[in-house]
């Protein structure tokens, strides 16, 4: 194998791997009955990552340098039954406090800010825990000989169990105070990171945060080092979960590749491990989605992460894995690692995937990595230090992504003047520098009660149009008025049962100028206020709207999906790619080819059939191919257009929990 990087080509097909854990390839009789499984499967997957362990802490160095040559041997099976073989690295510096009493300890833990520590999890910047993992990664490369070796994800500073996020060990602590000039403490650190003055605040936040990424840098450089010094042609792999902005995606991508030299892989990942409430694979794409807008750009091998951890068929059947692969396709993976093996019914699974590799090749052929076209929640890496809260226990930021399922496209780039239309939250906007607020001031933003108040609170509120003049709590529903945007919804009403969920409604103050898309009014139905939702246009030609009544929750009613669809066409200035016009649940991705024309990837998240599905499409063309998982396509004609250059294709049915392409 060679790995060096050769000029950029076009992608035709979906990279497919099956991750294995040792309870699958230590047993004789379990993996003589994987190795029948994928050679009765062959079309399944491209590649095979074995596991180097199935607990999430160190692996004792001992036991596992003693079945190397065992691991080698099932490789070697694996790999003349046509597969491409490579090594998974559980974990490098911990993730849970498990299997402690047979493991590899004696590190200094890693330790949040509290001095809390989590047994099994250590501080990734210590020199004895590089000898261990160089020792380790060196001797899989020597004895194993594999093609590729994955990093996992344990290669973070948050999400560790009792350990919310480090690191803060003395040694931490002395090194980042040498850096700034200060002799710290814990206590003083958290008197730092959470001062009275906010600037200050977050720029001491930023200094650590930085310090972090060097430290986290310097350990996968240790570690690829390690194995490509062995053998440089071996594919360096790295999994993440979602991005707080902690770990610096393009400068592990340069670790990775040899700054572009080599080719490599990256894993995006996140929790959706049972079926039980099946739409949060759609939140799991909009995460897999940022974590693939920040993945450097000399990657092109991305695999999405499919688990039911901790592996069982019932937890998540076929139907189920498959579908959310589609939906990791459409918001820029070019392939999937599968780590489902359960006990029972593996050939389920792989019967499934082998069945549905022609329409995952379709998938990523049309979308290659090109930039998914829509909405954005824009973010850098400076998110990650915006809470006012207590930092850094909370991070300081999530995605919102509900407004999309109502079937809006979303876009996932950081924070770009390319992007026409942006929904902001919270206080997000305190990390924008002026030149960042007033760029997206110019475009098209939708903002929540909060992200209008801190806009208004920097000297922005001339380009808002609206303050805030009370939040009330009780009894209030959300009024539509006769607003064109409103689309003949005048008089309809959402309520979202303050009683229940104590949100807020906000009553607004609009200046001139502005325009009055909802109000407030009670239970006798008498007005409360004229204005808890408004548009406003700007001196610098930017579009607003502010919703001050539940705006990212209970969404569903049909006025209220339908108001949305109008306000984020009229935020846009009419060029959203794409939308559902008509009144489905029915989630999408619109993304163009090289040639400029529009893909889409649509998914039915309802368990009614869609029928009578109309889609509204920027296109010139008349005419789109609709293609169905089994590969079936018609031809749709567009049944009408308008005069802002959409055209509607009406699908007659996209079934329940289905996926299918239109392009």
């Not at 801190?454 to 009370?470: A, M, R, W």
């Not at 060029?575 to 998914?603: F, G």
Request: proline share 3%; net charge negative; aromatic share 12%.
């Amino acid at each position: 194998m060679n790995n060096t990087k050769t000029e950029k080509t076009s992608i035709h097909e979906a990279k497919m791997s099956l991750r294995v854990l040792p309870g699958h390839w230590v047993s004789d009789t379990f993996f003589e009955r994987l190795l029948n499984d994928l050679k009765s499967c062959p079309q399944s997957f491209d590649e095979i990552a074995f596991f180097t362990d199935d607990t999430h802490s160190l692996p004792n160095l001992e036991v596992i340098l003693g079945r190397l040559p065992m691991l080698k041997s099932r490789m070697e099976a694996v790999k003349e039954a046509g597969f491409s073989v490579g090594v998974n690295v559980l974990c490098s510096m911990g993730h849970h406090s498990e299997n402690i009493k047979y493991r590899q300890t004696g590190f200094t833990p890693l330790t949040d800010i509290d001095g809390n520590t989590s047994d099994g999890v250590f501080c990734p910047s210590q020199a004895e825990l590089h000898d261990y993992a160089k020792t380790l990664y060196g001797a899989i490369a020597r004895v194993c000989n594999p093609e590729f070796i994955w990093i996992d994800d344990d290669m973070r500073f948050w999400g560790h169990g009792k350990t919310l996020y480090g690191c803060f060990c003395d040694d931490c602590i002395r090194r980042f105070g040498n850096e700034i000039g200060e002799e710290l403490t814990r206590g003083r650190l958290k008197e730092l990171f959470n001062s009275e003055d906010k600037e200050k605040t977050v720029a001491f936040r930023e200094k650590f945060i930085e310090f972090n990424k060097a430290n986290m840098n310097h350990y996968i450089k240790d570690i690829t080092d390690s194995f490509h010094s062995v053998n440089p042609d071996i594919e360096a792999g790295f999994m993440t979960c979602e991005n707080f902005g902690d770990l610096d995606y393009n400068a592990i991508g340069e670790i990775l590749s040899d700054n572009g030299k080599k080719t490599a892989k990256w894993r995006p990942g996140g929790g959706f491990y049972e079926e039980d409430v099946p739409c949060r694979f759609i939140s799991k794409a909009h995460h897999t989605g940022r974590q693939c807008a920040s993945i450097n750009q000399n990657i092109t091998d991305i695999q999405a992460e499919i688990e039911n951890f901790p592996y069982a068929l019932l937890r998540k059947g076929a139907s189920v894995i498959t579908l959310e692969t589609t939906a990791y396709l459409a918001c820029g993976c070019t392939g999937a690692a599968f780590n489902i093996l359960p006990d029972v019914g593996s050939d389920i699974y792989f019967n499934k995937i082998q069945s549905m590799r022609p329409f995952y090749d379709m998938t990523v052929k049309l979308g290659q990595k090109s930039t998914c076209q829509g909405i954005s929640f824009p973010w850098n890496e400076k998110n990650c230090v915006a809470s006012n809260n207590q930092w850094p226990q909370s991070l300081g930021w999530s995605c919102i992504d509900s407004y999309l399922t109502v079937g809006l496209p979303a876009c996932y780039e950081k924070i770009s003047d390319k992007t026409n239309v942006c929904v902001i939250s919270g206080d997000q906007v305190s990390t924008f520098d002026n030149e960042t607020i007033l760029m997206l001031l110019s475009k098209g933003l939708y903002l929540d009660l909060p992200a209008l108040s801190i806009l208004n609170e920097l000297g922005f509120g001339k380009y808002t149009g609206f303050t805030v003049k009370d939040v009330l709590h009780n009894d209030c529903i959300e009024y539509l008025t006769d607003d064109p945007i409103n689309q003949g919804f005048a008089g309809f009403t959402r309520d979202g049962r303050q009683s229940f969920w104590q949100s807020g409604a906000g009553v607004l103050l609009p200046s001139e100028g502005t325009r009055s898309l909802s109000k407030l009014i009670d239970y006798s139905g008498s007005s409360l206020c004229d204005c808890t939702t408004g548009i406003f246009e700007n001196k610098l030609g930017g579009r607003i709207c502010v919703s001050g009544y539940c705006p990212f929750d209970l969404l569903y009613t049909g006025a209220k999906t339908f108001q949305l669809k109008s306000i984020f066409r009229w935020l846009s200035k009419e060029t959203l790619s794409a939308y559902i016009a008509s009144y489905h649940k029915v989630s999408l991705w619109a993304r163009l080819d090289k040639d400029s024309q529009i893909n889409l990837v649509l998914i039915n998240t309802s368990f009614d059939p869609a029928e009578n599905l109309e889609i509204a499409v920027k296109t010139e063309s008349d005419s789109l191919i609709f293609t169905e998982e089994n590969m079936q396509s018609t031809k749709i004609s567009a049944g009408k257009s308008d005069d802002n250059g959409y055209k509607y294709f009406n699908i007659p049915v996209l079934m329940p929990f289905k996926a299918a392409l239109l392009s």
